[in-house]
């Protein structure tokens, strides 16, 4: 399964961050950063989630650090950098993945906690976690910052109106970032996938778990697959209506 990665890039003597790295999305990204070669620091909420990973990963041969860390609080996205640095002493590349995207909501229900809630993880985070990082890869001779974002982020739709906009916002400060730290040797990108099943999808969206899901292909959103179509077209929104 790794093998691929490896032909694709060698990452070994690279140290690699992943938030949101217990699972999911973030679980992948770091049994693939760890296949090519790289030493990982898995950080979420939940450090039952990192620790299980993290024991992928050195599976795999590589060395691993789990660490409990909130995105939406910035002591804790401080104390995370503070001890990627103190184990391995720098860090190659980092993966802006943990995000929040509690249920789907009208903009009318939208309330300043939920609204503040879901911009301190999904932007200040990133932002912040982006902002100390590079300090540290300009330190140590540059390195590679991954903002994941979704195309929602360049085509927002109903009911998920928050998250996409902040998406957009981060799409927008990884341009910034891009070019303020070129210069330092700092490459910023973003990775924006369409939709995809795994276990954090299959509980925002109460579509079937891993072991009975249908085929990727049948579970896709028709609105990702073509700009023409509409979100109200798509079978997981028509599948769960709100009332209004």
């Not at 079937?208 to 997981?236: D, E, I, K, M, V």
Request: include cysteine.
């Amino acid at each position: 399964m790794l093998g691929p990665v490896q032909n694709l890039f060698d990452l070994t003597g690279k140290v690699a961050l992943v938030t949101g790295g217990g699972r999911g999305l973030g679980e992948a990204i770091s049994l693939g950063l760890a296949g090519a070669g790289a030493d990982l620091v898995i950080a979420s909420r939940k450090l039952e989630a990192c620790e299980a990973t993290a024991r992928q990963v050195e599976g795999l041969g590589r060395e691993a650090l789990a660490v409990a860390c909130h995105m939406g609080r910035w002591k804790e996205i401080e104390a995370l950098v503070a001890a990627a640095c103190e184990r391995f002493g720098r860090v190659d590349v980092l993966v802006n993945n943990a995000a929040t995207n509690p249920s789907p909501m009208a903009i009318q229900q939208v309330t300043e906690e939920f609204f503040d809630k879901l911009y301190a993880v999904n932007v200040k985070g990133p932002l912040r976690l982006a902002a100390l990082v590079a300090e540290r890869m300009a330190e140590t001779g540059g390195g590679s910052i991954i903002n994941v974002l979704t195309m929602g982020a360049f085509r927002g739709g109903p009911f998920v109106g928050i998250y996409t906009s902040g998406k957009a916002a981060l799409l927008n400060l990884t341009q910034v970032m891009a070019r303020e730290w070129a210069e330092k040797g700092v490459r910023v990108n973003a990775l924006a996938p369409g939709p995809f099943l795994t276990d954090c999808c299959a509980a925002a969206t109460g579509t079937c778990p891993a072991s009975s899901r249908p085929p990727p292909r049948a579970r896709s959103c028709g609105a990702w697959r073509s700009p023409r179509r509409s979100w109200a077209r798509s079978s997981t929104w028509r599948a769960r209506p709100r009332a209004s």
